[in-house]
């Protein structure tokens, strides 16, 4: 049976995996980053009108486009016209880019899980991260092998592999149901203990307490709706490919209001914690909280192990937590963005489930073995800025334009609006879809081309040149190879 032939077997297991492929590393480390140098306790205003006025929008317009053409981002660009299906490749390519890196930093978290229970980082946990887990600092860069992260990743993915190429509800339905409910129930525990601890207040009123003067920073805006688009996976294909499992009778409007609000409810509960954790370790140690916030791995891997140290017997039981936290967000976030690479193989080549998820992860296995060496992380961090500041953002604009203008939104709004109950779209949603957000994510994908040109050195260049090449030639190759399917 190929990919596009089978259904999600109940409403439950399409919410889950949605709301996986959402709740993700950037939750935890991404989001507290973002709202407290964009202004505390005012970043909600902009943050909660992006939810409102783009997020759900958007998602209304993915689940709807997957919904309507019962199939992935490659095939609906050739039912719209034939010639455009080089467009449904280059977005995939985006995603593919991301898949490859992304599963990296879940082996980083690996690594770290066993070493919660005895805090075998050490005492100078930043040198253990960079020289022992990395092992940038050895000269043989991307030629010398980073043993640790090699092996946990290549655990990672066969971790994803065992669970993405089962039967979509054996695999992916069933691992969501076990991890998602897991993943909030740890997270509440370590929450609920964060809010205790001496300091926490410090830190939650630092991320709470407003500065109205930035409502007026356009920047400031443009971070949160960057932050939406990021947090909810648009711009991925994710929720197209999830969306064309679903059976007719689903209410869209209502499925994708539940993710949208579990998910930043979710990032707006974390934020409250870990804030709460940086609270504690600026009392303790007498350190200015701004110098604990940081993004990404600096957060996670050398801030968060410092807090744990000065937990004492404490941080035996959330260190673990935590890590576990960020290891079941990453691998529920990773294994959805196999799903549209994988449906679009079995759309064009008429792979099986199996054979299709078993490609993607050989290729994907192949692209990231670079990130396993010691010039791992740097590389690392060009592709993530790549891959989502030019090719995701990119790809929503290229999504409203076949689809709202070429194809027309009207069956996309006619099949949202057919099951739903207490919520029906109209002029202003289509007016929102076609006109205004265009318009935002183009401002915010350009914003994000010349941050990266003006901070750019000539590492990032090069590399960026080279996935620049990589992002325009790949689709034109895949496109050219012929079909299997006799209706592609």
Known sequence: M???????????????AMIGSAVGLGNIWRYPYVAYTN??????VPYIISIICMGIPLLFFEYGSGYTFKAGINRIVRKINKKYEYFGWFMLTSTFLILSYYCTVVAWDAIYIPLSFFKGWGTD??????NVVLEASNPGGIFHIAVYVMIAMLIIWFIMWFISHRNLNDGVGRFNKIFIPLLFVMMIIIVLFAVTLPGASIGIMTLLTPQPSTLTNVNIWLSAFGQILFSLSVGMCISIAYASYLPEETNIPKNALIVAISNCSFELFTAIGVFSILGFMSTTNNIPLDQLVTQGTGLAFIVFPQIFNAMGIFGYIIGPLFF????????TSNISVI????????????FNRSKSVTITCILGILISLMFGTSMGSTLLGIFDTFANNFGVVLNVIIEIILIAWIY????????????????????????????????????????????????SDTLTTTVELILFGVL?????????????TEDY
């Open 39 to 44: 202004g505390g306790g005012a970043f909600l």
């Open 472 to 484: 325009f030639i790949l689709p034109l190759i895949i496109t050219k190879l012929p079909a299997k």
């Open 339 to 350: 799903e549209p690479i994988a449906l679009a193989l079995s759309e064009k080549f008429n």
């Open 125 to 130: 946990t930043n040198a253990f991260f960079n």
């Open 324 to 331: 576990l936290c960020l290891l079941f967000a990453g691998l």
């Open 2 to 16: 190929s990919a596009d032939k089978q259904k999600w077997s109940s409403n439950l297991n399409f919410l889950l």
């Open 408 to 455: 027309g939104i009207d069956d996309i709004l006619a099949n949202i609006n057919k099951n739903a109950t207490f919520l029906k779209l109209g002029k202003t949603w289509t007016t929102l879809i076609k006109y205004i957000l265009p318009v935002v994510v183009f401002i915010i994908w350009i914003t994000g081309i010349i941050s990266n040109m003006l901070t």
